[in-house]
Nanobody
Framework: HVQLVESGGGSVQAGGSLRLSCAARGYTYDTYCKAWFRQAPGKELEGVAAIDQHGTTSYADSVKGRFTISADNAKNTLYLQMNSLKPEDTAMYYC??????????????????WGRGTQVTVS
């Protein structure tokens, strides 16, 4: 049974930083494509960042230069380092994974496994 468990969310002032973590249980992470998504109240789910099994990354334009996605395969954990946070970054953040992705993408329908989310609030 595959589980993704996010942590690290919280409340922070604009300009601050947070690091989100997503621990994978039930499978080995290194061959999977992994991503972070977010959803603000009343808005659609948005792809934030993705990383494939080769370490190639992709970012939404809104977070380029501020967010960094990384994976520690030894710890089976995905990270999202968020710097220079803005109020518009406020959302529930979800991690997601899929066994393989021919093309790295931020489309939510690509990903099969999802965590329950962690709230990020920027004021």
């Amino acid at each position: 049974h595959v589980q993704l468990v996010e942590s690290g969310g919280g409340s922070v002032q604009a300009g601050g930083s947070l690091r989100l973590s997503c621990a994978a249980r039930g499978y080995t992470y290194d061959t999977y494509c992994k991503a972070w998504f977010r959803q603000a109240p009343g808005k659609e789910l948005e792809g934030v960042a993705a990383i494939d099994q080769h370490g190639t990354t992709s970012y939404a334009d809104s977070v380029k230069g501020r967010f960094t996605i990384s994976a520690d395969n030894a710890k089976n954990t995905l990270y999202l380092q968020m710097n220079s946070l803005k109020p518009e970054d406020t959302a529930m953040y979800y991690c997601a994974a899929v066994r393989a992705c021919p093309t790295l993408t931020l489309r939510s329908d690509t990903y099969y496994y999802w965590g329950r989310g962690t709230q990020v609030t920027v004021s």
